[in-house]
């Protein structure tokens, strides 16, 4: 493919792709992935308010997540009742798996990685071959396929794409088991999407909450808590499948002439409104 991308990286040091839009031919992928019949798992927590975000990311979902695939979201969350009927694509359907509430944002976003752990245990292990783990408060703007399958598949943060390992904000502190000296790392990922073979997710899920619980014991918190395990985790434990951030957005941050689409965007929220304790943002 002598067509593909000149301006952004396409490729890991360890033979690991970059998806970006010009790599992949989504024709070809289709024809390869669609008779599989594969069954895909997603998981969205939608704890508190974030209730609120469902609708949008449902409904931009059945235009664009892994469309003709059969999908079976996972909604956590303690709002039942607020959970919006979407019509869904045949194939495509949805559970609710009750969650306890929480009054600290961090934890809310922690948990989720003990809750999927558990769900994988007893109910997504035996009914999937994929999972994506996302964010509810986003919304997809653009194909989502299956050039995004395969075993460990993370995404670059939007924030941190252009710039070095020295400005990524891993845990700097070694008494945290998130910690990663200084001159190592090979991209931030963002914690917004985790995906994979779910026994693969299920490892990486249960490596972050015993990490996640024995930096508690120690009281000590993570810079950026789960997603700072996950940063960790993944150093070690290659990806072999990196999705550019045209499939981890922000609303806010002006498009570049790398990302030719934006795929699924985090929308600007008011988090003095949305979260339950008091604001912090990257
Ligand atoms: N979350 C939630 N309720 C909350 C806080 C977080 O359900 O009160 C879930 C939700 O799925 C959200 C994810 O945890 O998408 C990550 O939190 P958030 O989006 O606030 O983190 P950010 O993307 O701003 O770093
Ligand atoms: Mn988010």
């Not at 449902?58 to 235009?63: D, H, I, M, N, P």
């Not at 071959?129 to 997809?140: A, E, M, N, S």
């Not at 252009?162 to 502190?173: F, K, V, W």
């Not at 570049?256 to 990257?282: D, G, H, L, M, T």
Request: proline share 5%; charged share 25%; with cysteine.
């Amino acid at each position: 493919n002598i067509s593909g991308r000149t301006n952004v990286v396409t490729v890991t040091p360890w033979l690991a792709p970059i998806v970006w839009e010009g790599t992949f031919n989504p024709l070809i992928v289709d024809s390869i992935y669609k008779p599989m019949h594969l069954s895909i798992a997603t998981t969205v927590f939608a704890v508190g308010k974030y209730v609120r975000f469902l609708r949008d990311f449902l409904e931009t979902a059945e235009k664009h997540f892994m469309v003709d695939f059969k999908v079976h979201y996972y909604i956590f969350t303690d709002r039942r009742e607020d959970v919006p009927a979407v019509v869904l694509a045949p194939g495509r359907n949805v559970t609710i798996i009750p969650v306890p509430g929480s009054n600290r944002w961090q934890e809310i976003s922690s948990r989720r990685m003990e809750m999927i752990q558990t769900a994988i245990e007893n109910q997504i292990g035996k009914e999937a071959d994929y999972i994506f783990c996302l964010d509810v408060d986003t919304k997809f703007h653009g194909r989502w396929g299956a050039e995004t399958l395969s075993r460990l598949v993370a995404t670059i943060h939007p924030g941190y794409y252009e710039q070095t390992h020295e400005h990524y904000p891993y845990e700097r502190r070694p008494a945290s088991r998130a910690y990663i000296p200084a001159g190592e790392g090979d991209y931030y990922y963002g914690g917004a999407t985790i995906a994979g073979y779910v026994r693969d997710v299920h490892k990486l899920t249960k490596y972050c909450r015993e990490q996640l619980e024995a930096d508690a014991a120690n009281s000590i918190e993570a810079a950026w808590q789960e997603e700072s395990h996950l940063n960790r985790y993944l150093l070690y434990n290659k990806p072999t499948k990196i999705l550019s951030p045209e499939y981890l957005w922000q609303d806010f941050k002006a498009k570049n002439n790398e990302v030719q689409i934006i795929r699924f965007s985090q929308v600007n929220k008011n988090y003095a409104e949305v979260r339950p304790n008091v604001k912090k943002r990257k």
